[in-house]
């Protein structure tokens, strides 16, 4: 899996979040909140310890100073503001202290707390209840601030100081016109308004967003605007909140959890190989050893809360799922195997009469950490059930000449009818070495050439509905395989895919050959395969 390449537009926003974060953490030439009781910043340290266990972010450090800036400068509520952040990164703890500390110090009258759904943003509310009533420093500081008022409901509080909060869900009608005895809001906070079933209606995103134009961003007074500022995680490229982040009457931040990707990421994808096939034993112990190697170049924005190797394996477990939820990065078009894979799980469910076909993809060149895989699929075909059980998929960088080794040891092992090589100009030169090396060998090599049909993605697409027919089954122990299919058209290899394309290929058309098709008593399965191949040379089994 190559290194993550960023588009035009997440380098674009890049550089202007860098830009913005230069200006929002300048001192020069800057008004301040002389009058406050505690900066936002030591509000949050010293009256929340229990939720700020851990040193401020780059993210948390700008919000520090941009978030408090919001409430005395004219010019920086003139825009509403969208921010895109990691999950898990302090979203809601932030936004809510900051509306908890500008309350108190009485720089805001009304605020509104808009949440997914009303019992979300309740709960929201409840949070902000009980660090006011629990927190010893809120009490020392804001004496006169931090006691409960005439309202104290799950929905709505008013302090002594008059201070009002009101939870309402995405999409409120009651919203329009809120007011208080102090007036309108003077600031409205949307918290991760999208949920994951709201968010994939096309229909529900644009009510959410028209709700928003028409309700939310016509809160306030007169010309005196209320700060709005929505904050979440996008969930789908089309999300709300992304449409907004592209908007350019929005001030926007995208907030990614990896500020630069390590140098070094092809020794990541060997760590994460070696964590396939071997366990996180063999992978903890690649780790120490390459440590400063596969630190090299990667900034991180919260190392105090995730580690980069915490957060590679959060990317190498589930890519797309990572590039949305932390890189803030979602991809559009569904996977096409996510819910269609399914296995075969023990070697009693392979049928008494199949034969054994074998495909290889074998990769150009002798050894390169960035190359492709070459890929060796092989398969038990059932003519009667129209079905192939997949195997062994063998996924490996090693170089050529141990990959024809390789095969030669499957032979021996199934017994192949027939093997198939793609027909290109390198791969013919493979096939023929590979013959040559079965014959001085003395092991039977049927392999016959196999011509691409079509574009690869094409054809790796044509497999899917064959494997959500249960054509085709795999075993839960080929993990490259199966990580390369779920991650499919955005992983960065396809080799055991298009193996397994040409594999299924030649089984279709050999359905109607008696020279291939022949009925065989199905043999047992080699020990090694029934010990998950443990004994196999080359580290990259499945």
């Not at 202290?97 to 509104?112: D, N």
């Not at 709700?211 to 500022?229: F, K, P, S």
């Not at 070697?347 to 290889?360: H, Q, R, T």
Request: a positive charge; glycine letters at 4%.
């Amino acid at each position: 899996m190559a290194k993550p390449k960023p588009t035009q537009t997440d380098a674009q926003r890049t550089k202007n979040f860098n830009s913005k974060l230069a200006l929002v953490l300048q001192d020069d030439n800057r008004s301040t909140l002389s009058q406050a009781t505690l900066s936002f910043e030591e509000f949050c340290f010293k009256c929340l310890p229990e939720k700020f266990t851990l040193a401020a972010s780059v993210h948390h450090k700008m919000l520090f100073k941009m978030l408090p800036e919001l409430l005395y400068n004219p010019e920086s509520r003139a825009a509403p503001i969208a921010i895109a952040a990691a999950r898990d990164s302090a979203k809601t703890t932030m936004t809510c202290a900051f509306m908890t500390w500008a309350g108190l110090e009485g720089l805001i009258k009304f605020a509104l707390l808009i949440g997914a759904s009303h019992k979300k943003a309740c709960e929201f509310l409840s949070l902000i209840k009980n660090d006011i009533l629990e927190s010893p420093c809120i009490q020392e500081f804001y004496p006169n601030s931090c006691k409960k008022g005439s309202i104290w409901n799950r929905e709505e509080i008013e302090l002594s100081n008059g201070f009002t909060i009101r939870a309402n869900g995405c999409g409120a009608k009651g919203i329009r016109g809120a007011q208080s005895r102090f007036g309108r809001p003077d600031l409205v906070i949307c918290d991760d308004i999208e949920n994951d079933e709201q968010v994939r209606s096309a229909e529900q995103r644009d009510k959410v967003g028209q709700w928003i134009d028409n309700t939310v961003l016509n809160l306030g007074a007169g010309d005196r605007r209320a700060i709005v500022l929505m904050i979440g995680t996008t969930l789908r490229q089309d999300s709300v909140l992304l449409r907004k982040i592209e908007n350019p009457y929005w001030k926007s931040f995208v907030l990614k959890a990896i500020l630069e990707w390590p140098d070094n990421f092809n020794l990541w994808e060997d760590w994460h190989e070696m964590r396939c096939n071997f366990g996180s034993e063999s992978a903890n112990a690649f780790y120490k050893k390459n440590e400063p190697a596969l630190l090299q170049g990667a900034e991180v924005a919260w190392p105090e809360r995730y580690s980069l190797k915490h957060l590679m394996e959060k990317y190498f477990s589930a890519p797309i799922t990572f590039q949305s939820e932390f890189q803030q990065r979602p991809i559009s078009e569904a996977n096409l195997f996510n819910d269609s894979i399914f296995y075969w799980e023990a070697e009693k469910d392979l049928p008494e009469n199949g034969f054994y076909l074998g495909a290889v993809d074998p990769a150009l060149g002798n050894d390169s950490r960035r190359a492709d895989y070459s890929a060796i699929i092989i398969g038990y075909c059932v003519p009667k059930q129209t079905r192939i059980y997949v195997v062994n998929a063998f996924l490996s960088r090693a170089p050529s000449s141990e990959i024809a080794s390789q095969i030669i040891q499957f032979q021996r092992q199934y017994k192949c009818t027939s093997w198939v090589v793609e027909s290109h100009s390198w791969q013919s030169l493979f096939r023929q070495h590979l013959v040559e090396r079965a014959a001085t060998a003395q092991v039977p090599l049927p392999v016959y050439p196999i011509k691409p049909e079509n574009t690869k993605d094409s054809r790796i697409k044509s497999l899917h509905p064959f494997f959500f027919n249960q054509n085709i089954l795999l075993h839960r122990t080929q993990k490259m395989l199966i990580q390369q299919l779920k991650n499919y058209p955005f992983d960065a290899h396809d080799d055991g895919p298009d193996a397994l394309e040409m594999l299924w290929r030649h089984f279709s058309k050999s359905l109607g050959r008696s020279d291939v098709v022949m009925t065989f008593k199905r043999r047992a399965l080699p020990n090694q395969y029934l010990m998950y191949h443990h004994n196999l040379p080359t580290s990259r089994r499945f």
